[in-house]
């Protein structure tokens, strides 16, 4: 298989790219902004991966990834859109650059991305899965842009679905919850911000980057074939405890 990855320096680009190249039978296009870990990653996994230095933030990294695919595979059949960013700061704050910028990588690079790979995915009637988040469904203290960003990255994937269905692509999200990386370690480095956390998840674990990347292979996938247009969650089943954090059933006298 023939896939694509963004932010696949670090994370759960990384851990995708790693499993992938594990299996012994694919080629890869690594894209990421990080060219010291990029090159390092694409050595460490050999001639079947090559690079690509590219800012998603960008209006040409769509086109400037495709082509360095088609360049170094021949053609795509799977592309995995994970690059992303986190800002925090609450809604009256923050300002229009950083608007801007949140969007312009969590939500329209995919789109570009998306666009120039379309002809090639058409051809290899192949598979196109980003990563969303739990917060594009759950709003976010202090994440409002984030939130928002990947909220609409969800339903342009379902748009997608639709309209590049009958082309034979099929388009899906995965969902991650609170999940260790790079990208949010610092977070999890007090022990009492991981133990709060891992409190409100029922299996009582932070995810891990590789507990994502399995949910991702999966959906490009030809196990996943008739499935499109659907967003899993790798939350540890996080999104299932409002009841439970409101308190509900904690006064309940058991039954007889």
Not at 147 to 172: F, H, T, Y
């Amino acid at each position: 298989m023939r896939v694509v990855i963004t932010g696949a320096a670090s994370g759960i680009g990384r851990a995708c790219a790693e499993i992938l190249n594990a299996e012994g039978s694919h080629q890869l296009l690594l894209a990421d902004r990080d060219a010291a870990n990029l090159a390092a990653l694409t050595e460490t996994l050999g001639a079947s991966a090559s690079g690509a230095v590219v800012d998603l933030a960008y209006p040409d990294c769509g086109g400037r990834i495709v082509a360095a695919a088609v360049s170094h595979m021949g053609g795509i059949d799977a592309v995995i859109s994970n690059a992303g960013i986190i800002m925090g700061g609450k809604l009256a704050d923050l300002d229009l650059i950083d608007f801007d910028r949140i969007f312009a990588i969590n939500t329209r690079a995919t789109w570009l991305l998306a666009k120039a790979a379309y002809p090639h995915l058409q051809a290899s009637r192949g598979a196109f899965v980003a990563t969303a988040s739990m917060s594009a469904t759950q709003p976010t203290p202090g994440l409002g842009f984030y939130s928002s960003s990947k909220a609409a990255l969800l339903m342009m994937m379902r748009q997608m679905c639709v309209e590049w269905g009958p082309d034979g692509i099929r388009c899906n999200t995965v969902s991650p919850g609170p999940t260790y990386t790079p990208m949010t370690a610092a977070g999890y480095s007090i022990a009492a911000n991981r133990d709060q956390r891992e409190s409100n998840i029922p299996l009582r674990k932070l995810g891990m980057a590789e507990d994502v990347a399995n949910a991702i292979l999966f959906l490009i996938s030809p196990a996943a074939s008739h499935i499109s247009g659907i967003d899993i969650l790798v939350d540890g089943g996080m999104s299932n405890m409002l009841m439970a954090a409101s308190g509900a059933g904690t006064n309940q006298k058991p039954s007889a």
